[in-house]
């Protein structure tokens, strides 16, 4: 009697398939337990950063996905191929299809949406503090403003932080609000997975060419700037403060849980990337957020008080811990200072090879 493997079909090889996809899974359950197991704790992230990033990825899918499966089945039923149209509308949702093919771990994708979050969360667990009694919030006065160009930003970015925010609280639409190139990889990923579900070659030619149109729609109606970042850069811009103003606005901006305002206006003054004073904004050690803030001229007082709003908000950081910080920071010369901080400025290629040799060297 052979000894081999069971047959190819019958009740032998449906268990012997079982049996193999069961250990599979046991490995895998064993390799991601190891990872979890030795993670530094500055590296994992808090479990309601992790739900609401899970939360803001399918949320984003599911739209991208439903703008292009509606559009192709438009133009498939337009086009005679009303069965196809209506098996297109009832596929299976391919999020966890993308999640098993690894696309949605793009480093990317997830460095934009993680920082998004942890951003956004940090924004609401923010100490209220009230700079005057019965005077506006900083954003309503901007768009009260008598100058139209800072009144008009201010707006803006008003309503996209309205819609972010609705979005999230399920009382709005969800967008995808990505940069281009993330909302096109995203898009392209989608399309396959919704190809993927009709392997059958009848009619390939028709969903192939619905699809394509459907994502290349779905593109060109896209528009990065009008997303909160985008906004709260053109009101930075618009307001450009003066070095007496800058500290006030900064100081207010936290108060007034307007942290993409804050990441925007300090990113202008220190001519970086928003996306990098971001990831300092959000890093709980926050030494280099202290240091960046003393080197665009802000002064103790002022750096103290955003620390200490931002230590309030992020259960992560410790008061003893930045007050050192501070000290650390305000005994640099401010020159000094912009000189060390300077490859935040690199372009985002450049600084990314230096980051690669420097691995290289470790």
């Known amino acids: 009697m052979s000894?081999?493997?069971?047959?190819?079909?019958?009740?032998?090889?449906?268990?012997?398939?079982?049996?193999?996809?069961?250990?599979?899974?046991?490995?895998?359950?064993?390799?991601?337990?190891?990872?979890?197991?030795?993670?530094p704790e500055?590296?994992?992230?808090?479990?309601?950063?992790?739900?609401?990033?899970?939360?803001?990825?399918?949320?984003?899918?599911?739209?991208?996905?439903?703008?292009?499966?509606?559009?192709?089945?438009?133009?498939?039923?337009?086009?005679?191929?009303?069965?196809?149209?209506?098996?297109?509308?009832?596929?299976?949702?391919?999020?966890?299809r993308l999640s098993r093919a690894g696309l949605l771990r793009d480093p990317e994708l997830m460095e934009e949406l993680i920082a998004r979050v942890e951003l956004d969360l940090l924004a609401r667990s923010l100490p209220t503090a009230v700079i005057e009694p019965d005077r506006p919030s900083l954003l309503i006065r901007l768009a009260e403003a008598p100058d139209g160009v800072v009144a008009t930003a201010a707006l803006a970015l008003l309503a996209t932080e309205n819609r972010r925010r609705a979005a999230h609280e399920g009382s709005g639409p969800v967008r995808s609000e990505l940069p281009a190139e993330l909302h096109q990889r995203l898009t392209w990923y989608v399309a396959a997975a919704v190809r993927e579900q009709s392997p059958d070659m009848a009619g390939m030619a028709d969903r192939d060419r619905a699809l394509t149109e459907a994502s290349l729609r779905s593109l060109a109606a896209h528009d990065e700037s009008d997303r909160p970042e985008a906004?709260?850069?053109?009101?930075?811009?618009?307001?450009?403060?003066?070095?007496?103003?800058?500290?006030?606005?900064?100081?207010e901006a936290v108060a007034d849980r307007r942290l993409t305002l804050f990441v925007a206006v300090l990113a202008?003054?220190?001519?970086?990337?928003?996306?990098?004073?971001?990831h300092l904004a959000v890093d709980p050690s926050g030494d280099l957020l202290l240091l960046l803030m003393h080197a665009v001229g802000l002064d103790r007082?002022?750096?103290?008080?955003?620390?200490?709003?931002?230590?309030?908000?992020?259960?992560r950081?410790?008061?003893?811990?930045?007050?050192?910080?501070?000290?650390?920071?305000?005994a640099h010369d401010r020159d000094a200072a912009r000189v060390a901080l300077a490859p935040l400025a690199l372009a985002d290629d450049f600084r990314a090879a230096v980051r690669a040799l420097a691995r290289s060297r470790r």
């Open 301 to 315: 007082v002022g750096i103290a008080r955003i620390g200490v709003a931002l230590t309030e908000a992020d259960p």
């Open 231 to 251: 906004a709260a850069a053109r009101l930075a811009a618009a307001l450009d403060p003066q070095p007496d103003e800058l500290g006030p606005l900064l100081t």
């Open 268 to 278: 202008r003054s220190a001519g970086v990337d928003y996306e990098q004073v971001r």
């Open 317 to 330: 950081r410790d008061l003893e811990q930045l007050a050192d910080a501070i000290d650390w920071a305000v």
């Open 3 to 39: 000894t081999g493997s069971p047959p190819q079909d019958g009740p032998a090889h449906g268990a012997h398939a079982r049996a193999v996809g069961a250990d599979a899974r046991v490995d895998t359950r064993l390799r991601h337990a190891i990872d979890d197991l030795f993670m």
């Open 42 to 96: 500055e590296a994992r992230l808090s479990d309601r950063t992790r739900a609401a990033v899970h939360a803001v990825v399918a949320g984003i899918v599911a739209a991208t996905e439903a703008e292009v499966r509606r559009h192709a089945a438009r133009l498939l039923a337009g086009r005679g191929g009303t069965s196809q149209a209506e098996a297109l509308l009832r596929g299976e949702p391919v999020l966890d």
